[in-house]
């Protein structure tokens, strides 16, 4: 009977979309008109500029947070790169414990949930806003991001709740709560409330209508115009199937195809830079140039600053908190292996594969120079770098691949539809988690929230690209504003952690087992 | 020193009548027998959030249900017959994880059945027996 009811609500959906599909535009626009006139000034507020300057608050939180673990922890990223690469092949796993949920399982989890369409549309938003220089920017991020990714993931594991049934939650709302607890400060549940309303608000953003909306725009691209709402309604059929009809296999399916999909994305803009070897030098200079000039991109190189530091954050989620979710599940009995083995993520996702797509698109020659002055030529509205073919989002993406590779664009429809599927699959759970903790565990509780995140993804495929990425954005960097302030007051808890395993692994106490 | 067999066991027709092969053999040589049963599990396969949250539950069941309804019925009989038994539930790759209980418990002697059905997959992924006779720490006799 439970299942018979969101069934019910889908089906009444879908025929009042049908009876309306003779004015499907307007559908689109009226979505449209609502979601921006409505989330206008949550976006504001979190990308209100510091007084007196054209830079974003939240992006300096961002840095200078990333910086402080990075000082903090003595640049954790590097010193702990090797042995979080052993934690993750297994030579410290005790073979007893086979069968738990391995670091790698672990990271692979959580790395489908971040690569994702941040990769391949949000890297071509930021280079065509920002210039190649925003690849600088996105770089270094990506390289601080990882020191906190580092500090939330441990915490993440050491506070999270296991039942009595075997099962764990756990996440920013609970080290919030137990970890404030634990050092006497207060303020840790209002902060965790505080956050669970965000990640909801994220997870229908970010990690749901920017997906569907770029997966729809990928589509019109390989199949030319149709309206969004139809690839909505699909998608949303889809994701209710798994996430609610508990299709498991679907999404087993999309999680194993997902790393395949990385592979042959890595290896084919791989292949293009290759075959554009002569350029590879000249590519970086613009890269280096970019950086500290701008390059004649709109805001000069702070420009290209903020839009790089922006996809950054905005790709690998660290300091989101989302990740300490995904994490929170792996079995061990050291909290600090999940945060070493978590430092790997902004790196694959951010220095290897976000470059990539940077690398691809400016290689190839997609945005327009003026060869007078080498700077960059500007669209009609001076917003973003003209492009060959005037295309933004993943659509740059697409082009830059199949100039030098005809067939591409279908590869990359599949890979971005695959990877929207599985980063909303992810969202869906983070949301989740947010969701129950603020109105308890449930099956009531949870399916509520199963069918509203379906319906936002029919919002996201219909609504056009600006106001879905300023919300989807907002919605995620407010998640961090929470999650940081936690991770400020907690970060003596994680030094402690570090320094005590530090020394009993050099000690030898903690041993390899092959 | 006497011997020690280490049966590969997972319930089918062919797994019991290795085990008897196993037990006969025992009971005339005056050996023990090691009955090891191995849940198929890599470390480097892809889950869903979902199936991450609740791996360790599912694992304490997956582990609960082998021991009650395999393990418990074979060591009651086999014990009965005279024979010294133990019983071991792993995780892992079944012909590796074979090997590594066998050269740990310093077993003798290793048995295990198969089931003559070279299908695709077998043709291409190979068969635990076929894996086995190339890599056995000690002899193996697989019982058709």
Redesign the interface.
């Known amino acids: 009977m439970t299942r018979l009811v969101p069934t019910a609500v889908l089906a009444v959906f879908f025929t009042v979309f049908a009876a309306l599909s003779a004015s499907a535009q307007s559908i689109d626009e009226t979505i449209n008109g609502i979601f921006a006139s409505s989330t206008g000034w949550f976006v504001s507020l979190i990308f209100s500029n510091f007084p007196g300057t054209s830079f974003p608050w939240i992006v300096g939180w961002l840095v200078v947070a990333a910086t402080v673990f990075t000082v903090y922890f003595g640049v954790i990223q590097f010193r702990a790169f090797g042995h979080a690469i052993a934690l993750v092949k297994?030579d410290y796993?005790d073979?007893n414990d086979?069968?738990?949920?391995?670091h790698?399982?672990?990271l692979?989890?959580a790395l489908?949930?971040t690569v994702g369409l941040g990769n391949i549309a949000g890297v071509a938003v930021a280079i065509g806003i920002g210039g190649p220089g925003a690849t600088f920017w996105m770089i270094l991020a990506g390289l601080l991001g990882m020191a906190s990714k580092f500090t939330e993931c441990t915490l993440g594991v050491k506070y999270r709740n296991e039942y009595a049934?075997?099962?764990?939650?756990g996440g920013p709302m609970y080290y919030l709560t137990k970890g404030f607890a634990e050092r006497g400060v207060g303020g840790g549940r209002f902060l965790a409330i505080m956050f669970s309303i965000f990640c909801i608000l994220g997870a229908l953003g970010g990690g749901n209508m920017f997906q569907a909306n770029q997966a729809h725009a990928q589509l019109t691209n390989v199949f030319g115009e149709y309206p969004g709402w139809i690839t909505g309604v699909v998608f949303a059929g889809i994701v209710f199937a798994v996430i609610v009809g508990g299709l498991?296999s679907i999404?087993?399916v999309t999680?194993?195809v997902?790393?395949i999909m990385g592979v042959i994305y890595v290896g084919t803009a791989l292949i293009i830079i290759l075959m554009n070897y002569d350029k590879i030098g000249w590519a970086f200079g613009q890269i280096f140039a970019g950086a500290f000039t701008g390059l004649g991109v709109a805001g000069g190189f702070v420009g290209a600053l903020i839009q790089g530091f922006k996809r950054a954050a905005f790709s690998n989620e660290a300091g989101v908190g989302s990740a300490a979710i995904?994490h929170s599940?792996?079995?061990t009995k050291e909290p600090i292996t999940e945060g070493f083995v978590s430092l790997l993520e902004p790196l694959i996702d951010t220095v290897v594969v976000c470059t990539m797509t940077a690398l691809v698109i400016i290689i190839t020659g997609q945005l327009i120079s003026d060869p007078a002055t080498g700077n960059y030529l500007l669209n009609e509205a001076g917003t973003a770098i003209k492009t060959v073919g005037d295309t933004s989002g993943v659509a740059l993406t697409s082009a830059a691949f199949s100039s030098s590779i005809g067939g591409f664009k279908y590869i990359l429809a599949l890979a971005v539809i695959l990877f929207a599927f599985s980063t909303m699959?992810?969202w869906s759970?983070?949301g989740l988690k947010a969701w129950t903790y603020l109105f308890g565990e449930g099956k009531g509780q949870e399916l509520t929230f199963k069918v509203i995140f379906c319906l936002f993804v029919i919002i996201g495929a219909a609504a056009s690209l600006g106001p879905v990425i300023d919300f989807s954005d907002a919605a995620i960097f407010a998640m961090a504003v929470v999650n940081i302030i936690g991770l400020y007051v907690l970060m003596p808890i994680v030094k402690r952690e570090l320094n005590s395993y530090w020394s009993r692994l050099k000690s030898g106490e903690i041993k390899k087992f092959t | 020193m006497s011997e020690k067999f280490v049966v590969g066991y997972d319930g089918s027709d062919v797994a019991k009548r290795a085990l008897d092969f196993a037990v006969s053999r025992a009971t005339a040589q005056g050996g023990s027998i090691l009955i090891v049963h191995v849940?198929e599990?890599s470390?480097?396969?892809?889950?869903?959030?979902?199936?991450?949250?609740?791996?360790?539950?599912?694992?304490?069941e997956?582990?609960d249900r082998a021991e009650k309804a395999l393990m418990a019925p074979l060591k009651s009989t086999i014990a009965a017959a005279g024979v010294p038994v133990e019983t071991q539930i792993?995780?892992?790759h079944v012909a590796k994880t074979l090997c590594?209980v066998a050269k740990k418990e310093g077993a003798t002697q290793m048995v295990i059945g198969r089931d003559g059905d070279g299908g695709l997959s077998s043709r291409v992924f190979g068969s635990v027996a076929g894996s086995l006779v190339q890599v056995a720490p000690v002899p193996c006799t697989i019982v058709p």
């Open positions: 297994g796993s073979p086979a069968g738990e949920v391995s790698f399982q672990a692979a989890t489908s949930g049934n075997g099962t764990v939650s498991k999404a087993r999680e194993k997902v790393p995904a599940a792996v079995r699959i992810s759970y983070y | 849940l599990w470390p480097y396969s892809f889950l869903t959030p979902e199936e991450i949250e609740e791996r360790h539950a599912r694992r304490t997956e582990l792993k995780y892992g590594d």
